[in-house]
């Protein structure tokens, strides 16, 4: 089936130690993203890529890397300069252009202790 | 930017009622998409709707474009219609950057 996987679904951390997201998707998807969600909060956007080995900042990239080598793929590592780790984290993928819309993979749980 | 906002905020409902959520954006905008997030954080495609009506089985929503507003109708709620609902668009046309609404809380009571 086609579709976006993430994992770990659930990640507990130490503070100060970087973890690394994982994100697929088989949709032949153009562009992918990853956002943020606090407890009762909205969706924040924090990198996005519309074609392999080109990605752009969001509102919230401070703490946040990624790397877009394949077009399937497009993990997320939170580094130890993120201040605020842990939350609900979300990838998605899409093909604006064709007025595609916006899918999203289950998410991943991070817990920083 | 554009801003989107969403009412309400909040909304419980007793099972086999009906309800109305809103989506309000600052500017014009493409796209249009409704979502659903259920308890355990998974976010449901509903509609992508630019403009005009659609419905799929107890949901419906309409886009009104030159207003720039759409509304999601769900008629006789069940409790599986609980979580929080996103309204969502790019930015601008074409781009690949979506701006999300600030939800709205659903809660349906058995």
């Known amino acids: 089936d086609g579709g976006i996987t993430q994992s770990p679904k659930y990640l507990f951390r130490k503070e100060g130690q970087n973890v690394t997201l994982s994100c697929e998707q088989n949709?032949?998807?153009?562009?992918m993203y990853w956002y943020r969600q606090d407890p009762g909060q909205g969706l924040r956007l924090i990198y996005y890529?519309?074609?392999?080995?080109?990605?752009q900042k969001g509102d919230i990239a401070e703490g946040y890397s990624v790397s877009r080598e394949k077009k399937e793929s497009f993990p997320l590592t939170v580094t130890s300069a993120q201040k605020n780790p842990t939350a609900f984290y979300l990838c998605?993928?899409?093909?604006?252009?064709?007025?595609?819309?916006?899918?999203f993979g289950e998410g991943s749980w991070l817990t920083v202790v | 930017g554009i801003q989107v906002e969403q009412s309400p905020p909040d909304l419980i409902l007793q099972e086999g009622a009906n309800s109305t959520l809103r989506c309000n954006f600052s500017?014009?905008?493409?796209?249009l998409q409704w979502f659903h997030q259920n308890p355990w954080g998974q976010l449901i495609n509903l509609f992508y709707?630019?403009?005009g009506t659609k419905q799929n089985g107890r949901l419906s929503a309409t886009t009104v474009a030159t207003e720039r507003y759409s509304l999601l109708y769900i008629s006789s709620s069940q409790t599986t219609d609980s979580g929080v609902y996103f309204c969502a668009a790019p930015i601008t046309s074409g781009t690949y950057k979506y701006i999300f609404g600030t939800g709205t809380r659903l809660k349906v009571l058995a």
């Open positions: 890529s519309q074609i392999v080995n080109d990605f």
């Open positions: 949709l032949n998807h153009d562009a």
């Open positions: 500017d014009s905008v493409n796209n």
């Open positions: 998605a993928s899409s093909t604006p252009a064709r007025g595609d819309t916006i899918y």
């Open positions: 709707i630019p403009s």
